[in-house]
């Protein structure tokens, strides 16, 4: 039998944790020539998340050489530890917008801490909402703008229009709430080309204390997030619209451990997905933790054991602890483990939600020499525009797919070279190629499973012990179609 999950799935997700509170509301970002997907009438375009203490912060930021202004006032945000709120809007991505985008994103830091501080302070908020005498009361405490973390996704190039923005941060913070329903705002103030809201919250315990996390998200085009702790790209390590993802937990975590655990699930979910291939200037992923669920603080860190290619932290065991035996270790695998669940369902909603998409296909390599040379790989075929065309079609073109193999920078061997078809969650799997060589499976068996609108591509290599998972999609008429842009209609001008 399958081994039970440690945690289970609830309604509310950023607002499911204790001491956070959300709000989203239309404030008209977008203009005119700014492009498709968050034109879509007053849909909300701004949100707010708070907690109710400073929350301790990890991060993981897009290492696109050409960084957006939110993303460098996040990065200065997370290296401090602490954070109070994060403003997010959609619509204007404030990337290539030289020092003035530098100058408002810092701005929305700035409104966001005075709105706040004239409304609610540490651990008043939720009797503020509803007793004015106690909001009179904390009103003129400081929160500081450093603790206000800024997030931006839309078009690239464009001032922001900042009389609007602050508008909507006053807005925002008169109608925070704690429900599901103020969840949801923020997770629709955050869509552009999204066709839906992407929510997930658990819970689980931890010594007998009950925990959550929760995120949103949105992305569904410009796709290929390569994100790390400080921007940057790790020289020994391969690459991995906009995504944004915030999480809220009211787990008790040391700072190293946090930004420990969230490394591990993004290089296991967010680092693991490819619409298009295309790194945007704006990837974000935040974690917020305010300890308000009252658990004995976790450290240490809890890491994934090399080779693994399982594509969900469900088992415990999966990881080694470098925290000390027992219970602490475990807690911190139980938390390590839902976190990398809510991570990687929310990844796996934005590839299924991707532009255009029809197909969602994981790609499986393994029997690889090296995790690099996996990494390659896998990158190599579920980014190929000829293998994407095909799964398109419902063709199970292997031939395009060892094509991609060869020039990809992995040791291949076509004599030695494996590759099958199968269903999400079935063992058996299809066999089409073996020692480089076509099986006698019959083409239309191949089709059948190409033409379900999610299966796994398993490839093994026969080399080595090492494997690589990619969560990725199909290349449609749909997405050209919208991409493509019209320069006599402003408004049909991508992102």
Known sequence: MPRRAPFKEIPGSITAPKGFWAAGVFCDIKRLGTGK?????????????????????????????????????????????TAR???????????????????????????????????????????AMHQPHARAQQRGRRIPAEQVLVASTGRIGVSMPMDNVKRGI????????????????????????????????????????????????????????????????????????????????????????????????VANSFNRITIDGDMSTNDTVLLLANGLAGNARLAGAAVRKPNSIADCGLRIADFENSAP????????????????????????????DGEGVSRFVTVRVSGARTFTEADAAVRAVANSALVKTSWC????????????????????????????????????????????RP????????????????????????LGRAGAVLYASDLTEAYVDFNKGDVSDPAAMGG
């Open 37 to 81: 997907g968050s034109n879509k009438g007053p849909k909300r375009d701004l949100g707010l998340v708070v907690s109710e203490v400073p929350a301790t912060v990890a991060g993981m930021f897009t290492t696109n050489q050409v960084c957006a202004a939110p993303v460098k006032v996040c990065l200065s945000g997370v290296k401090r530890g």
């Open 85 to 127: 709120a994060i403003v997010v809007n959609s619509g204007n991505a404030n990337a290539c917008t030289g020092a003035q985008g530098l100058q408002d994103a810092l701005a929305m830091a700035s409104t966001s801490a005075q709105a706040l501080a004239a409304k609610v302070s540490p651990r008043a908020i939720g009797s």
């Open 170 to 265: 006053l807005a925002a913070a008169d109608l925070l709430g704690n429900t599901p329903e103020h969840a949801a705002q923020v997770a629709e103030a955050i869509m552009t080309s999204d066709t839906r809201a992407k929510q997930i919250a658990v819970e689980f315990m931890l010594d007998g204390t009950a925990v959550r996390i929760g995120g949103i998200c949105k992305g569904a085009g410009m796709i290929q997030p390569g994100m790390s702790p400080v921007g940057t790209r790790p020289a020994s390590r391969p690459l991995h619209a906009t995504m944004l993802c915030f999480m809220t937990t009211d787990a008790a975590l040391e700072r190293p451990t946090l930004q420990a655990a969230l490394t591990e699930a």
């Open 325 to 352: 035996g027992g219970r602490f270790a475990r807690n911190l695998a139980v938390f390590q483990t839902a976190l990398n669940h809510v991570c990687l369902e929310l990844a796996k909603m934005i590839v299924r």
């Open 393 to 436: 079609g419902g063709d199970p073109n292997w031939g395009r797919i060892l094509d991609a193999l060869g020039y990809s920078p992995a040791k291949v061997v076509e004599e030695k070279t494996d590759l099958g078809y199968s269903l999400p969650g079935r063992k058996r799997i299809v066999v089409a190629l073996r020692q480089g």
């Open 439 to 462: 099986t006698k499976t019959p083409f239309r068996a191949l089709c059948g499973i190409v033409a379900h609108r999610e299966f796994d591509l398993h490839i093994n290599l026969n």
